[in-house]
T-cell receptor, first 115, second 112 residues
Framework: GNSVTQMEGPVTLSEEAFLTINCTYT??????LFWYVQYPGEGLQLLLK?????DKGSNKGFEATYRKETTSFHLEKGSVQVSDSAVYFC??????????????FGTGTRLTIIP | GAGVSQSPRYKVAKRGQDVALRCDPI?????LFWYQQALGQGPEFLTY????????KSGLPSDRFFAERPEGSVSTLKIQRTQQEDSAVYLC??????????FGSGTRLTVV
């Protein structure tokens, strides 16, 4: 079956530090890959996505590249801000077209940025 | 999230009580999913509707869980005879292909 393994937290960084949150997956075929973010007191929001190998998703300074050879989709940001403090979830759907396929999520990584 | 409303936001139920959780997507949201998110975990799939048809209910943990979407819009997730292990946030996720999908803010269920 499909599964997502992501870096366990919590992760605490100082403002302007470099961020990497690791995510690897197991799936047949060519899944679509996602990062969702959950800010304190808010619902899950799509942060970025990639639908095929070597695609790079990016948003709000965050990036992740779909690496089929290593089955990974690591999240990176060059300089984090206090406002990036949140829980980050890596997820996949098995289809190339994000339509009627259910999401499989990792367990989430709590990120805290200290001023 | 914008466009998907869930109610109530919080629900406290006594063990053994039945509960009903509501999801109200915007018009045109063909696909609707329910997820269960336990504390400190990622969301887990419960069930999926395409319009009024329940196409996948493989994630429902027991026959105490029941979901419906009779007119292809509002959906209700019902849990009968609640137990403590049902305590979680229940998330609705709705949208349509090529348009986008949105999570609701969820209903936090606490069974005491």
């Amino acid at each position: 079956g499909n599964s997502v393994t992501q870096m366990e937290g919590p992760v605490t960084l100082s403002e302007e530090a470099f961020l990497t949150i690791n995510c690897t997956y197991t799936a047949t075929g060519y899944p679509s890959l996602f990062w969702y973010v959950q800010y304190p007191g808010e619902g899950l929001q799509l942060l970025l996505k990639a639908t095929k190998a070597d695609d790079k998703g990016s948003n709000k300074g965050f990036e992740a590249t779909y690496r089929k050879e290593t089955t990974s989709f690591h999240l990176e940001k060059g300089s984090v801000q206090v406002s990036d403090s949140a829980v980050y979830f890596c997820a996949l759907t098995p289809a190339a077209n994000f339509g009627n396929e259910k999401l499989t999520f990792g367990t989430g990584t709590r990120l805290t940025i200290i001023p | 999230g914008a466009g998907v409303s869930q109610s109530p936001r919080y629900k406290v139920a006594k063990r053994g009580q039945d509960v009903a959780l509501r999801c109200d997507p915007i018009s045109g949201h063909v696909s609707l999913f329910w997820y269960q998110q336990a504390l400190g975990q990622g969301p887990e799939f419960l069930t999926y509707f395409q319009n009024e048809a329940q196409l996948d209910k493989s994630g429902l943990p027991s026959d105490r869980f029941f979901a419906e979407r009779p007119e292809g819009s509002v959906s209700t997730l019902k849990i009968q005879r609640t137990q403590q292990e049902d305590s979680a946030v229940y998330l609705c996720f709705a949208g349509k292909p090529n348009y986008g999908y949105t999570f609701g803010s969820g209903t936090r269920l606490t069974v005491v």
